[in-house]
């Protein structure tokens, strides 16, 4: 894995996912969201919002990160794949994400309130505070 893009994901609490509907249209959001070493995200969300119903039809996301700060002008582009967590996965990842996101483990008690990890399949790294800017893509991920 590439360290730049880690530290990126490391850096952020928030990024943007897409999700498409039932229509085949897109529909994104804000969420908070951990990182783990390999790439891998795990984010939680309603069973009662537009994109958990999405990714029961569809497992395809496509995420957005940003690090604009001063000089520094970075953008994440990434493609996965969403998983629903269940039993000890669960409860391994989930730790995880409330490491970094500790103002989130208030849903924990929510019955409503299901994770997902997401397994990339394509990052684009984008660098345009350098010159020349420095652009490249990761594929092929594996657990």
């Known amino acids: 894995m590439d360290k730049r893009i880690l530290d990126v994901l490391q850096s952020q609490h928030l990024c943007t996912i897409s999700t498409v ?7 994104s959001a804000l969420i908070g969201f951990a990182e783990m ?7 939680g969300t309603a069973s009662t919002s537009r994109k958990y ?5 569809n497992t395809s996301v496509a995420l957005v990160f ?11 582009q990434y493609e996965g794949t969403a998983e629903q ?4 996965e669960l ?7 409330f490491a970094k996101n500790p103002q989130a483990k208030s849903y924990d008690l929510d ?18 505070s350098v010159n020349p800017h420095e652009i490249f893509e990761l594929a092929a991920f594996s657990d």
Request: glycine share 4%; no cysteine; aromatic share 12%.
């Open 21 to 27: 509907n039932q229509e085949d249209k897109s529909e």
């Open 37 to 43: 070493p390999n790439l891998s995200l795990i984010f």
């Open 53 to 57: 119903h999405n990714l029961r039809q």
């Open 66 to 76: 940003n690090l604009i700060n001063g000089q520094q002008k970075l953008s994440i």
């Open 85 to 88: 967590l269940t039993g000890d």
């Open 91 to 97: 409860v391994k990842l989930k730790e995880i994400f």
């Open 111 to 128: 019955p409503h309130q299901v994770f997902f990890k997401v397994t990339p399949i394509w990052i684009r790294y984008s660098d345009y």
